[in-house]
């Protein structure tokens, strides 16, 4: 079971970091995916981070504002929102599945366990 939290509402420019923490299971062997969706809009792919190798897979618009890490002791794993903007305004959901090949991580069919989301409004 996966939980997902840390959204808010804030302006333009600000941060907020985003949690991801699974109870009863471990991140390992996994990979662990942030998507979000906006009122209306498909399912995107924002971040993804395989746990064994901690390669990082990003979507174009986050490049260089968004970062996804982790933590090993506390399973958890991280999405700091940086510079944000007001198309960045959407729940987020992390996601995670087991033996993603690379090609299909930006799919959000490609995992199989998801949390309940976590809203980040940015507006001035």
């Known amino acids: 079971q996966l939980q997902a939290f840390g959204g808010g509402r804030v302006q333009p420019g600000d941060s907020l970091r985003l949690s991801c923490a699974t109870s009863?299971?471990?991140?390992?062997?996994?990979?662990v995916g942030w998507f979000r969706q906006a009122p209306g809009e498909e399912r995107e792919f924002v971040a993804a981070?395989?746990?064994?190798?901690?390669?990082?897979y990003y979507e174009d618009s986050v490049k260089g504002r968004f970062t996804i890490s982790r933590d090993n002791a506390k399973n958890t794993v991280y999405l700091q929102l940086n510079s944000l903007k007001p198309e960045d305004t959407a729940v987020y959901y992390c996601?995670?599945?087991?033996?993603?090949?690379?090609?299909?991580?930006?799919?959000?069919?490609?995992?199989?366990?998801w949390g309940q989301g976590t809203l980040v409004t940015v507006s001035s």
């Open positions: 996601a995670a599945g087991r033996g993603i090949i690379v090609s299909a991580t930006y799919n959000h069919r490609s995992y199989d366990a």
């Open positions: 981070i395989r746990w064994s190798s901690r390669s990082t």
């Open positions: 009863g299971h471990t991140f390992s062997a996994y990979t």
